[in-house]
């Protein structure tokens, strides 16, 4: 008796164990999770859990409750069983707040034959974060296991744009990323362990200020966002502070600059953008400027360069002055390694 009912537990259980022919699993949805100028285009992680290699597979676009499309999937290269592949599924029209639903119909021309992980939901959200420039820092402060932590930037396609890690060791790690111009991209912060970054974030600062922030301890093994980049470029390294003061403001006819930078050389470049005449001035050896006009070119923005060295007294680059008026420049040692700088045009 003991033994036919040992059996039967033997032949139920690999019944519930057989694995399907014809099965494939949505694992997750790996496209952008905002609209980007009105359209996403979505991708999937999709499993072949079946015995069969898996050639083909139809799966369904639906939003908001409608079907949009029935996308038939042709591998290029044929998924044997435990295979993972990214499918690109057709560009479909979104806006904020809509919910998107994939169904896997068919495998090799026959009907799916396991449930699970046959259909998965993404909402969209609203607009992201933008930044007006195609340069940001991300900065990483990472937990005692840092060697678990990366991160990566994609773009709508799901091409990497940029990666970052694992880490060597606790601590805050920096990086100067140039972005495709006016692209939609999508953030990703992840964590082998599965236990979040304990104390720990991630940054994205454009010009400076923080634009984006993913807390460590508010995931645990992946956290996604998006961000939106500009047409600009920016410089991507560090500056030493400097104190630029720019007086009276608002100012008629007279504008002071008052500048206090660190050791080293430093570059003042001021730009006119009406393009109109200026006047640069000289620093001569002897007390007191002198005054030289000079006309631009239309296309020349740049009306001269405040250079200089601290700590010495001599000829300097053009200064420069954004009316056809005399202008005075003068300048006076502070510390030994420091330089200050006052210019100002009537």
């Not at 029209?93 to 896997?104: H, K, S």
């Amino acid at each position: 008796m003991r033994t036919s009912i040992a059996l039967l537990f033997l032949l139920a259980t690999a019944s519930m164990c057989a694995q399907n022919t014809f099965d494939a699993r949505i694992l997750s949805y790996e496209g952008l999770q905002y609209a980007c100028d009105g359209s996403v285009d979505p991708r999937l992680k999709i499993q072949n859990v079946g015995t069969q290699t898996m050639t083909t597979c139809v799966v369904e676009t639906w939003k908001n409750g409608l079907v949009q499309n029935s996308f038939n999937w042709v591998l290029a290269t044929a998924a044997l069983s435990g295979d993972i592949r990214q499918p690109a599924l057709p560009s479909i029209e979104v806006t904020e707040g809509d919910q998107l639903e994939f169904r896997i119909i068919s495998v090799n021309e026959v009907l799916d034959q396991g449930p699970e992980g046959n259909i998965l939901q993404q909402a969209l959200t609203g607009a992201v974060d933008a930044c007006a420039l195609q340069t940001v820092e991300v900065e990483v402060v990472a937990d005692d296991n840092a060697n678990e932590i990366t991160w990566t930037l994609r773009n709508a396609q799901g091409t990497p744009v940029a990666t970052s890690g694992p880490f060597a060791s606790a601590g805050t790690y920096s990086a100067w990323v140039t972005l495709p111009a006016e692209a939609c991209l999508a953030l990703e912060l992840n964590d082998a362990g599965g236990n979040g970054i304990a104390g720990g974030r991630l940054t994205v600062r454009c010009s400076g200020t923080d634009l984006v922030e993913i807390d460590g301890n508010s995931f645990t093994d992946r956290a996604t966002t998006g961000l939106r980049s500009g047409n600009m470029v920016s410089v991507s390294e560090l500056l030493e502070p400097a104190v630029l003061h720019m007086f009276p403001n608002p100012a008629v006819d007279e504008v002071r600059v008052q500048w206090q930078d660190g050791a080293g050389a430093a570059e003042l470049t001021v730009f006119d953008a009406t393009r109109s005449r200026g006047v640069g001035c000289r620093l001569a050896p002897s007390p007191g400027p002198s005054c030289e006009r000079h006309q631009h070119r239309p296309l020349d923005r740049s009306l001269a360069a405040l250079g200089f060295k601290p700590g010495v007294r001599s000829t300097s680059p053009i200064r420069p002055c954004l009316s056809p008026a005399p202008c005075r420049v003068h300048r006076r040692p502070v510390q030994a390694h420091r330089s200050r700088v006052h210019a100002w045009c009537h």
